[in-house]
């Protein structure tokens, strides 16, 4: 493919791209609505912030339900999330596509092995680590179930 060729999908993406955030920007006519959304959409950033740190927490669904909250809350928080280097191109992501690369899921599944297999040995109760195991597993039976497309 030649440059001005890459530029034009390229260019095409990121139209797209912005039709949909736009689309996805519906400010609720309550200002008491809007204001709970908001505070949901913050608890939502700092539960997903957790997340990174946590190994158990996840982060993008946490990341995810913060923009749809920040669309319905506040245009100004759900643009600066958006323009975010980190979660910006997640939602982006999962607006146009709803699926994830197979590279991103195999990750997922490393990571989630190595947080909960490390988690199950270091827990001493025998229903902490089956509660573990269940967890894990729920969690890997929905991670299997996001469509997955090649990049």
């Known amino acids: 493919m030649h440059a001005s060729e890459q530029q ?3 260019q095409n993406e990121r139209q797209v791209a912005a039709e949909q955030v736009a689309d996805l920007l519906c400010l609720h006519d ?7 959304y908001l505070s949901a959409g913050f608890l939502a950033l700092l539960l997903g912030a957790l997340g990174a740190i946590l190994p158990v927490l996840p982060t993008t669904p946490f990341v995810l339900l913060a923009a749809a909250c920040f669309a319905r809350g506040s245009e100004r928080f759900h643009r600066k999330l958006l323009e975010n280097r980190i979660a910006g191109p997640i939602i982006r992501e ?4 709803h699926s994830i690369p197979y590279r991103v899921k ?3 599944y ?4 190595l947080s909960f297999g490390s988690s199950i040995l270091i ?3 025998l229903w902490q680590k089956i509660m573990l195991l269940v967890i894990g ?3 890997a039976f929905y991670i299997w ?3 997955v497309r090649e990049v």
């Open 145 to 147: 179930r996001i469509p």
């Open 106 to 108: 195999r990750w997922v």
């Open 8 to 10: 034009k999908v390229n």
């Open 30 to 36: 309550s200002p008491v609505v809007r204001i709970l």
């Open 137 to 139: 597993s729920i969690l």
């Open 110 to 113: 490393f990571l989630m092995s």
């Open 94 to 97: 999962w607006n146009i596509y």
């Open 123 to 125: 827990v001493p109760e």
